[in-house]
């Protein structure tokens, strides 16, 4: 029997390489090109010109780029913790076993099977301070004490906590619950032979078991929570007064609507850096709790 050549199988590799660099080593290598120069949209007759490390200067004397990095970090830091949480409880919840768990484990992923720019125009909506659903499930009829959520400060950042959270909540289910289907069954028998009771089993055998599922939920929810925009650009705009303005959006308004694609493009790089380092951090933390539980 023939063997095919290393040439052969990198030939197999070839079309998703090319689409690799098209869609992700260019614009990334674009970006950074475009943050060490000074480029205006509305102005092409300036042309391009290098200002070397001038952007990333400018970025870190930027007030509303230090604001909008607190933004991104309170809105990472809550959505991450609750998700985690709720899919935890849905996960332990879809483990056991009843009627309808099928039925169960496929309604829980109609949040994060849709689309988070038809999620956001519905929270939008539910958060309307004239005829939005939250404030009359909260006050009925009473329309004197209806809450404008997305136009206080003060509210408007939870409001899009609570729309991330219901939306991808179950996607971090999903990954605690493949966690929880390979604890053996036999592990559980042992500790209640053992006497113990339902927390200890918990504490002793499950919680440590799911711990690498749990770090990968973690890796996937904080990257995609730092790359938020779809949900504040619907839903807020940024605003009110900057309340809701996200790292994401803050760049994209530096770039599409006020020009400065430089300075954007240095946003931009910031960005991917941070996520880069956790992304790598996480994976670490994976891999050293994957080879623990290997050897263990």
Known sequence: MIRPS???????????????????????????????????????????????LTNYQELLHDPVA??????????????????????????????????????????????????????????RFLFNDAYGMVNYALFGADTARYIPWLAL???ALLSLVVADVWKTASFAALLILAGLQVIPDELYEAARVDGAGAWHRFRHVTWPLILPALLVALLFRTIDAFRVFDLAFVMTQGGPADATNVLQLYGYKKMFVEGWMGYGSSLSVCIFIMVLCLAVMYVRMVGRRLLEAGTG
Not at 17 to 46: D, E, K, N
């Open 6 to 52: 290393r040439t052969f199988y990198l030939l197999l590799l070839l079309p998703s390489l090319v689409l690799l660099f098209l869609f992700i080593v260019a614009p990334v290598g674009q970006s950074f090109y475009l943050s060490f120069h000074r480029m205006i949209i509305g102005l092409p007759h300036l042309g391009i010109s290098f200002v070397g």
């Open 66 to 123: 230090r604001h909008s990095l607190w933004i991104t970090l309170v809105f990472v830091g809550t959505t991450t913790f609750f998700e985690l949480l709720i899919g935890l409880l849905l996960a332990l919840l879809m483990h056991r076993r009843f009627p309808g768990r099928g039925t169960l484990r496929a309604a829980v992923l109609i949040p994060w099977a849709i689309p988070t720019v038809v999620s956001s125009q519905m929270w």
């Open 153 to 155: 400060p003060s509210t």
